[in-house]
């Protein structure tokens, strides 16, 4: 089928919860993606970090086909063969105790919450039904009506109430807000190192450090949301490494899956996941030996090819080439690694026309918010890649 007739079917049949570019991928290999006509585009975004490893890695798609030919999927009534090593190299890697495996971010974002607020009633004696969370303004930690409860985004909540109680938020970036909003009952603090979503925002230098001294210092739970900015994003493994700290959960996804099949998880101390009982949380998906193996192998590429070094190398050749541009439409270029923000002045016209015009270049990218455009593009991405992006980026800002 070709594109006028998907993009058709799409109006006529898809709830509109999305409104995506005029752009049908249908097939991709690497940081490359053709629509049905054979177009090539090179792809910026990544699945806003979930194609770190690039579209079908060889070694991945190898990883899956073995597994889905062994077993794919088992009950969590039994137990199969790559959970256990899954969850033994994901701790190691990320120099945690305990993991637990789910599907979705959100998902991994609900069962941090569950496990903040068990941890808060049964270890620190915080009164039944009173558990605090605190979350940033601006935040974007998922969907679900319990994350949406505590979005400070109209067009996230409105409409999906009632909403869940327990959250307070403070604004993003300000610890001294965080030491003055802790109470006698918060039991964490859930933040994103860099808020991808709101428009690659980069808090002040030393604000994870001070937050998580805070948090140590009046028994409070720091939980980083990894979701987008974690296995090698920016440039280290985890956001949270370049200011040297370390989180009592950690919230992972997007990248988790190689790109190839969704898998999350949330790992951290054993004082904290181990509050969980049996019965008392799970997913019949979650911890499935076939996203198991596909993981496994995705950690081991992120190692052996590198993937946050080069991001970070990658990165600082992205974004000295964007302000080298020197482009009056451009008010600030901001990021880490390979999470850039290109935020445009007003009188632009909002970046949404921006991207449409790269994607008729061969770029594709999409804008988050009104005047934003997001570049993410998967972390294999080579240096000349680069400078092509950088030259339709060019072409589009002159015009
Ligand atoms: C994408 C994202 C989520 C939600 O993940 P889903 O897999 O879409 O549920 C949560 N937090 C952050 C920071 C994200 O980028």
Redesign the pocket.
């Known amino acids: 089928m070709r594109t006028p007739e998907l993009l058709g079917m799409m109006d006529r049949y898809s709830a509109r919860n999305y409104h995506p570019l005029p752009v049908v991928i249908e097939r991709a290999s690497g940081i490359w993606a053709w629509d049905p006509e054979g177009n090539r585009y090179l792809d910026f975004l990544s699945c806003?970090?979930a194609m770190n490893h690039g579209h079908c890695h060889p070694a991945l798609v190898a990883a899956l086909e073995k597994q889905a030919r062994l077993v794919a999927v088992t009950s969590r009534a039994f137990h199969n063969a790559e959970l256990g090593p899954f969850l033994k190299e994901l701790c190691e890697l990320t120099g945690h105790e305990m993991a637990l495996p789910m599907n979705?971010?959100?998902?991994a974002?609900e069962t941090a919450i569950k496990a903040a607020r068990a941890w808060g009633y049964r270890e620190r004696g915080v009164p039944d039904g009173q558990a605090e969370i605190i979350a940033c303004t601006d935040n974007?930690?998922?969907?679900t009506v319990t994350i949406v409860s505590f979005s400070s985004e109209p067009a996230y909540r409105d409409g999906f109430g009632p909403f869940t109680p327990g959250f307070r938020l403070i604004p993003y970036g300000d610890a001294e807000a965080l030491a003055r909003a802790i109470g006698p009952h918060t039991v964490a603090f859930l933040v994103?190192p860099i808020q991808?979503?709101s428009g690659v925002r980069v808090p002040p230098e030393g604000f994870l450090r001070r937050a998580r001294e805070i948090c140590s210092a009046r028994g409070v739970l720091l939980v980083a949301?990894e979701?987008?900015t974690g296995l090698g994003r920016t440039g280290r493994l985890l956001c949270c490494d370049h200011e040297g700290i370390k989180p009592d959960l950690v919230v992972l996804?997007?990248a988790l899956g190689g790109g190839l099949l969704?898998i999350?998880a949330v790992v951290g101390s054993a004082a904290v996941l181990g509050v969980f009982r049996p019965g008392e949380h799970g997913s019949t998906f979650g911890g499935n030996p076939l996203a198991c193996a596909v993981a496994r192998r995705a950690l081991q590429v992120l190692v052996e090819e590198r993937l946050a070094q080069r991001a970070a190398e990658r990165g600082a050749q992205l974004m000295a080439g964007l302000r080298a541009l020197h482009s009056p439409h451009v008010k600030e270029v901001r990021g880490r690694g390979l999470l850039v923000g290109v935020e445009l002045v007003p009188q632009a016209g909002g970046a949404r026309r921006f991207c449409e015009s790269l994607m008729s270049e061969g770029l594709l990218c999409k804008e988050t918010h009104q005047d934003v455009v997001r570049f993410a593009p998967p972390l294999v991405i080579g240096p000349e890649d680069i400078d092509w992006a950088l030259e339709r980026v060019r072409r589009v800002l002159a015009s």
């Open positions: 806003y970090s979705t971010g959100a998902e974002v974007f930690h998922g969907r994103e991808g979503e949301d979701i987008q996804g997007k969704p999350s």
